[in-house]
């Protein structure tokens, strides 16, 4: 998979926590004195996304594995982590606006995912993505030359999501995924 399709991925993916903490949120509230509150059905929607979510990032990270994917040999590595802090910064605006209580509400958050939906699958941020850390991965900055044929090469940066960080000189085994590698592993 490439191209559109993986970005769209690859957005989903990065919102597993923010639907987690919405599904928590979307709750009924069971009361002391034992009435319960509220509907199932955003609690229903918020558990189905964060299943899918997490059935697609294991898919993802399975992947590779079959992928017969190229060695890069990096120059330079650096921590991209700092960059994934920042994405859970938009994960704000639905907890403050977010009160399930009109459909008006509903539109305003599905318009919103869809503006980040846009600006996010156009740039590198798609492979920073929270969720990936859940899964004991980490989004690395890294710097490699690559050949363009026989005695023509030029330097690449790009992101790489990787189980531990290579050292510089670190031959790689790497499958591409978006605009960026994933570590190969068997």
Do not use: C
Not at 136 to 146: K, L, M
């Amino acid at each position: 998979m490439s191209g559109a399709a993986l970005r769209l991925r690859l957005f989903f993916i990065s919102y597993v926590p923010l639907f987690v903490t919405l599904l928590l949120r979307t709750l009924p509230d069971w009361s002391p004195l034992g009435h319960p509150r509220g509907d199932a059905i955003a609690p229903a929607m918020f558990l189905a996304l964060t299943m899918a979510g997490l059935a697609l990032t294991w898919e993802l990270l399975r992947k590779p594995r079959n992928l017969s994917g190229t060695t890069l040999t990096v120059n330079e590595v650096s921590d991209a982590g700092s960059e994934a802090a920042g994405y859970l910064g938009s994960y704000i605006l639905p907890w403050i606006m977010f009160d399930e209580t009109t459909w008006q509400v509903w539109a305003a958050f599905a318009a919103y995912m869809v503006i980040v939906a846009l600006v996010t699958t156009q740039s590198t941020l798609i492979l920073v993505n929270p969720t990936l850390y859940l899964f004991r991965r980490r989004v690395v900055a890294i710097r490699v030359t690559q050949s363009r044929g026989p005695g023509q090469s030029f330097d690449v940066s790009t992101l790489l999501i990787t189980a531990t960080a290579p050292l510089p000189r670190d031959d790689i085994r790497v499958v591409s995924i978006a605009d960026g590698y994933m570590e190969k592993t068997t």
